[in-house]
């Protein structure tokens, strides 16, 4: 089966300009996820989707981060305006059920620098 | 809250060298635990998965891991280094909010010399 699919996989911009990542999950995956890794820090949780309805964005900075799920199936993550340090890698992943019982299969991220 | 707390961000071993990689967690019930590896410039890949059916787990590329609730660990393993395990190696537990969310720890760098 296609992994998850993420773009761009580098981006740079300049701190205050706005940018959006996509990511297509794995087919029939119901549940998305973006995660946010820091260098040097691990994975940390963005949002969650489940289907096109939000179930998890208590750590999504709200004031400039955006995500949407349209139709249940790709999403795009946005950051308006970016800051230095949203500097990271932003990870998609997806997984078949919401419970836990099937494993998250993660895309290879987009790497963004904010300069 | 449930956490995992990976020690030591760097782990050097020689090829062939016993692989040993730490996790604790903090639980106020039954945890469940993930191993994930992570390539350069690549995804989380699962290894192996904690789920209480046996306290031994075994994982894919070698790797196992054992639970012991006596001293809140999950640490993995891996009798013989190979020079393609070098990469950064992540605990996670799962977080029962009703839909599954993982907490990763942050992480252990694995070197691997010849």
């Known amino acids: 089966e296609a992994g998850v699919a993420q773009s761009p996989r580098y981006k740079i911009i300049e701190k205050r300009q706005s940018v959006a990542f996509w990511c297509n999950p794995i087919?029939?995956?119901?549940?998305l996820y973006w995660y946010q890794q820091i260098l040097g820090q691990g994975p940390k949780l963005l949002i969650q989707?489940?289907?096109?309805?939000?179930?998890?964005d208590s750590q999504l900075p709200k004031d400039r981060f955006s995500a949407e799920r349209l139709k249940g199936v790709d999403s795009t993550l946005k950051i308006q305006p970016a800051k230095l340090e949203d500097s990271a890698v932003y990870l998609c992943?997806?997984?078949?059920?919401?419970?836990?019982?099937?494993?998250?299969?993660f895309g290879n991220g987009t790497r963004l620098t904010v300069t | 809250a449930q956490s995992v707390t990976q020690l030591g961000s760097h782990v050097s071993v020689s090829e062939g060298a016993l692989v040993l990689l730490r996790c604790n967690y903090s639980s106020s019930v039954p945890p469940y635990l993930f191993w994930y590896v992570q390539y350069p410039n690549q995804g989380l890949q699962l290894l192996l998965k904690y789920t209480s059916a046996a306290t031994l787990v075994k994982g894919i590329n070698g790797f196992e891991a054992e639970f012991k609730k006596s001293e809140t660990s999950f640490h993995l393993t891996k009798p013989s280094a190979h020079m393609s395990d070098a990469a950064e190696y992540f605990c996670?537990?799962?977080?029962?909010?009703?839909?599954?969310?993982?907490?990763f720890g942050t992480g252990t760098r694995l070197l691997v010399s010849p």
């Open positions: 087919s029939g995956h119901a549940t």
């Open positions: 992943a997806s997984s078949a059920d919401r419970a836990g019982n099937s494993p998250l299969h």
């Open positions: 996670a537990v799962k977080v029962n909010t009703g839909f599954q969310k993982l907490v």
């Open positions: 989707f489940q289907n096109n309805g939000v179930v998890d």
